[in-house]
């Protein structure tokens, strides 16, 4: 089980029961989501079970942070492996030398630990506590 959501309900005091509601929480507290994976097939909340995944347009990724004005990007994702934060700067390495573009210097890049998975469940109040801290 993920525990993004009951993270934002903790930090913000609010019953968010629906999609609207937590778009909207979203939304009012300037928070952007954004998946790696534009699609896949997956049991339950699963990780490892992922299959037949297509991976989501960094390109559009990166020039929407360029052309904004985001102070902070939070990674999902921190792990031992540090798989996430290699896969976001082998693509931002990429957009720059392809395409010019870079994300501005002045934007915090934060990894945190993913609200899933055995490393959760052993240090859960540590990762609650890293999330509440970063959230704007």
């Known amino acids: 089980k ?4 009951n993270t934002i309900r903790e930090k913000y005091g609010l019953d968010l ?3 609207t509601d937590k778009l909207n929480c979203l ?14 097939y997956i049991e339950g909340s ?3 079970t ?4 297509e991976d989501e347009d960094y ?3 990166i020039e929407t942070i360029t052309n904004s004005n985001i102070s902070k990007i939070i990674i999902n994702g921190s792990s031992k492996n540090k798989g ?6 082998k693509y931002v390495r990429y957009i720059k030398k392809n395409k010019g573009i870079e994300i501005p210097k002045n934007i915090k890049i934060v990894y945190l630990h993913m609200q899933t998975g055995q490393y959760y469940r052993n240090n859960r109040q540590m990762v609650i ?3 509440l801290q970063e959230l704007p």
């Open 2 to 5: 993920n525990d993004f959501w």
């Open 17 to 19: 029961c629906n999609y």
């Open 27 to 40: 939304l009012r507290h300037k928070i952007g989501v954004w998946d790696v994976l534009a699609s896949c």
């Open 46 to 48: 699963k990780n490892k």
């Open 50 to 53: 992922i299959r037949y995944n």
């Open 59 to 61: 390109n559009h990724l």
């Open 84 to 89: 996430t934060k290699y896969f976001f700067n």
């Open 129 to 131: 506590k890293e999330w």
